[in-house]
């Protein structure tokens, strides 16, 4: 291997530039040259393809966001348009792609590397919901910012007496509202894991207020429910004023935290190696503190991501 492209796909997460930036250093560091790839899979069809140097990653580390761009391309799921996408690869001498993203984007890796085209995944993105990995680069991040989130509702929630419902991101994976209901002291957590009763939630909301509860914080995983209707739904039952606060976008923004930096450079440097080592069709991942890499075919289709029971039962109990 003498050329690999890199580039980054579907939600952008905080630390994807970081991880670019140990793809371009490592790979320099060990005599490759490397490639960067603009605007996911829609670039690499497009041919948005440029030499990146030690520069090109200067002053990045910091950056959220990603400064190769990102994109939506669900063209790609076309074989027509992976085989452009590889005739450009081609074209540029590559012979190995890094893709950092989400399970989507593994997706798109899988079938490249499935069409002969070795890829090897990096998983970038806020939701923590990729197998093969307990951590993803950009989860602390916004972990910190829902947290926050919650820290500044808590004090108006308390002054007023108000309930406040905090919508979280996380796609299906409850692992940023579980850590935010944690972190953040919130009295009630709602993930897809673990289902949705509304009865329920306000029986309990009602047996908080009878003890006499100056507040609740509610957190509240998106897709679970719809968040209007549902403070609706409470303050018509306990008659206490309840705001639902969707946090959307705001979670994905900002700088990247030191251990997002971390693990984004631990893993962009990790894929380097394998890559040059001849492991192809991998994806990298953290687990029990350490890199670990699986086939990326098989971590798709057949491994699970264990449901983090400890950390639900102490949302629960603790609140
Ligand atoms: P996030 O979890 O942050 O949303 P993601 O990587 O899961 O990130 P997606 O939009 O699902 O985001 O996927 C990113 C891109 O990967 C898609 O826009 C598409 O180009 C490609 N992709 C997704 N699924 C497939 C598939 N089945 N085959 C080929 N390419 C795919």
Redesign the pocket.
């Known amino acids: 291997i003498k050329r690999i492209g890199v580039l980054t796909?579907?939600?952008d997460?905080p630390g994807m530039n970081a991880a670019i930036r140990a793809v371009v250093r490592e790979g320099l560091h060990l005599g490759l040259e490397v490639y960067g790839i603009y605007d996911?899979?829609?670039g690499l069809h497009a041919d948005r393809i440029e030499k990146l140097d030690r520069k090109s990653v200067s002053d990045v580390i910091n950056r959220g966001g990603t400064f190769l761009g990102s994109?939506?391309?669900?063209?790609?799921?076309e074989q027509s348009v992976?085989e452009e996408a590889i005739k450009n690869l081609k074209k540029h001498d590559i012979d190995a792609l890094v893709v950092i993203?989400?399970?989507?984007?593994?997706?798109?890796a899988m079938?490249l590397t499935e069409m002969g085209f070795p890829c090897i995944g990096i998983p970038g993105?806020?939701?923590n919901?990729i197998p093969g990995t307990t951590y993803t680069i950009g989860f602390d991040t916004a972990l910190n910012i829902v947290v926050d989130a919650i820290d500044r509702l808590r004090d108006t929630s308390t002054s007023h007496q108000r309930i406040s419902i905090v919508e979280i991101m996380g796609?299906y994976c409850g692992d940023l509202t579980m850590g935010a209901a944690v972190a953040g002291g919130a009295e009630f957590v709602v993930i897809p894991e673990k289902g949705y009763d509304e009865a329920d939630l306000l029986a309990q909301i009602q047996a908080g207020i009878d003890k006499g509860k100056k507040h609740a914080i509610i957190a509240m995983c998106e897709h679970v429910t719809d968040v209007n209707q549902l403070a609706k739904h409470i303050e018509s039952v306990t008659t206490r004023e309840t705001r639902a606060t969707v946090l959307g976008h705001l979670q994905r923004g900002g700088t990247p935290t030191a251990r997002d930096r971390i693990m984004a450079s631990r893993m962009g440097s990790y894929a380097v190696k394998l890559l040059l080592e001849g492991e192809g069709g991998r994806c990298v991942g953290l687990m029990n503190s350490k890199m670990v890499h699986h086939d990326i075919i098989d971590c798709i289709n057949n491994m699970k991501r264990p449901f983090n029971q400890e950390l639900f039962d102490l949302s629960d109990s603790l609140f």
């Open positions: 796909s579907g939600g997460a996911g899979y829609a994109a939506r391309f669900p063209e790609f799921k992976r993203g989400g399970d989507g984007s593994y997706m798109g079938k993105t806020i939701d919901d796609r």
